[in-house]
């Protein structure tokens, strides 16, 4: 027999929508949260075909669902489906949290770059205000971050891509926001920063980016966005080419998490336990 606790205490439903997705730590992410705060969710996996996502986004709104993040490659074309976005969804042009609202419609933010500006200034107790920073790619990832880390009023923000007009286009967009440059690899020749971060796809193929060799200044720092359960390759480098710190994105990916549900269930969970729990596990 059902009754009014049933409806107070059923869960409510959340995911993460992507391709692939089966290797996402989102939902241990989410159940770690939820354990904490004492709330009843459940969070899934949802693998999305090519061209599926907007069936997917209705099928899951449909049955009663409150929220979805939304990874690769999926986060541009989720800006596109959603009816109101954040300041930062639009500067990013992408959206990797949805909340779905009571009168039906979908509310897109970006949580990434706080993430990245989070894990850097309160994990590690680093500091961008007022330093030197290069970002390694001019995509989507690097889009998604580069409004976060100028609101942190850095002395400068030099993008710096493979395909160097992607890079002039993405500081031109971004020019409002304090002094950013754009950039080709051969232009850092003799240049050399306090926090570099990599943004580019290049860790992922075991490649990369084609740094001067002194472009990390006397006790800066590097930060990889990608994590993997050994140092990656540009930690690597950063390691033999002087920095300070070589910083992976595991806490990036936990405190993009943290923000996302603060959207959505209104309270703050404690990253550094889930941190410390993905990193044992790794
Ligand atoms: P994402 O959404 O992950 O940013 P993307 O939009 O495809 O993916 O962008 C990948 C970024 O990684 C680009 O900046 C790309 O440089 P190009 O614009 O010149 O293609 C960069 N990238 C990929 N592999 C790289 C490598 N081996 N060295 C340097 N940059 C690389």
Redesign the pocket.
């Known amino acids: 027999m059902s009754s009014l606790f049933d409806f107070e205490q059923r869960e409510e439903r959340y995911a993460v929508m992507g391709n692939p997705v089966s290797h996402s730590k989102s939902p241990f992410i989410h159940a770690a949260f939820a354990r904490q705060c004492g709330h009843t969710i459940s969070y899934d996996a949802i693998q999305v075909d090519t061209g599926g996502l907007a069936q997917a986004l209705g099928n899951f709104q449909a049955a009663g669902g409150k929220g979805v993040n939304i990874t ?1 490659p999926f986060k541009q074309e989720a800006f596109a489906l959603c009816n109101e976005t954040s300041l930062r969804a639009q500067q990013a042009r992408a959206v990797n949290t949805i909340t779905f609202r009571a009168d039906g419609t979908r509310y897109g933010d970006n949580t990434d770059g706080v993430g990245l500006v989070r894990d850097i200034l309160h994990n590690h107790g680093g500091v961008i205000a007022r330093r030197r920073v290069l970002l ?7 889009r998604g971050v580069a409004g976060p880390l100028l609101a942190e009023m850095p002395a400068q923000l030099a993008i710096t ?3 160097p007009d ?1 890079a002039l286009e993405l500081a031109a967009e971004f020019s409002d926001m304090g002094t950013v440059t754009g950039c080709g690899f051969p232009a850092l020749a003799g240049k050399s920063f306090d926090l570099i971060i990599n ?4 860790s992922l ?1 075991q ?1 990369l ?2 740094l001067p060799e002194d472009v990390v200044a006397p006790g800066g720092w590097c930060y990889d966005m990608m994590y993997s359960a050994q140092p990656t390759i540009f930690m690597r480098w950063a390691s033999e080419h002087g920095a300070d710190k070589a910083l992976d994105g595991l806490g990036m990916l936990v405190e993009q998490a943290a923000e996302a549900f603060y959207l959505w269930r209104g309270v703050r969970p404690q990253t550094a336990p889930v941190i410390a729990a993905l990193r044992k596990n790794n």
């Open positions: 690769v390694l790619g001019a995509g989507g990832a690097a891509n493979r395909t992607k943004a580019t796809a290049a193929h490649e980016p084609p």
